[in-house]
């Protein structure tokens, strides 16, 4: 069985929620799923009942992960060296085919961002293992990885409580 490519994107809510509901199901099969959260802190209520799940692999998130427009240009650089080592052990890693699905949560931020070359993720697609399922999540995907997904689904933002003030609470939004 081939797998296929997954894009959730957009500027709504959901995106991350959508993916890691595939990881779940997937595991619930008792199949292999490897999480990688880019751009993302480890604090999060779904890596707290990920860990939980034997079939799941969390791979660790920056150490120091904040938004990118709090970064200087030295945080900037220091983070596009370590997502793009990371992205190439993510890549390695699920070479040899121990791993049903992948995970890339917030990989277009990551690209936007200027943290991890657009050509380094499509040459992976490419020669990714013919039945690893691969699942990216974030804003603005480039004409180029929109033609490579099998699927994409975008979350568009018609309401949300940020807008009343009300910010990310925990257990909801993170």
Not at 67 to 91: H, L, N, P, V
Not at 127 to 144: M, Q, Y
Not at 146 to 170: N, S
């Amino acid at each position: 069985m081939s797998g296929l490519v997954h894009i959730y994107c957009g500027d709504g809510k959901g995106k991350t929620t959508a993916a890691m509901g595939l990881a779940v199901r997937c595991a619930g099969w008792q199949k292999r799923v490897l999480v990688a959260q880019l751009m993302k802190q480890d604090n999060s209520g779904e890596r707290r009942i990920l860990e939980q799940l034997p079939q799941v692999t969390l791979w660790q998130t920056y150490p120091s992960a904040k938004f990118s427009f709090r970064m200087t240009d030295a945080e900037k650089q220091a983070a596009a060296e370590w997502y793009t080592a990371q992205f190439r052990k993510i890549a390695e890693t699920v070479q040899h085919g121990a791993y049903a699905m992948l995970v890339l949560d917030e990989l277009l931020s990551c690209i936007t961002c200027g943290f991890l070359p657009e050509q380094l993720v499509l040459d992976f697609l490419e020669n990714r293992p013919e039945a690893l399922e691969v699942v990216i999540t974030g804003r603005d995907p480039s004409a180029a990885l929109l033609e490579r997904a099998d699927y994409v689904t975008e979350m568009t933002l018609r309401k949300h409580p940020y807008e009343k003030g009300i910010f990310a609470r925990k257990g909801i939004e993170y």
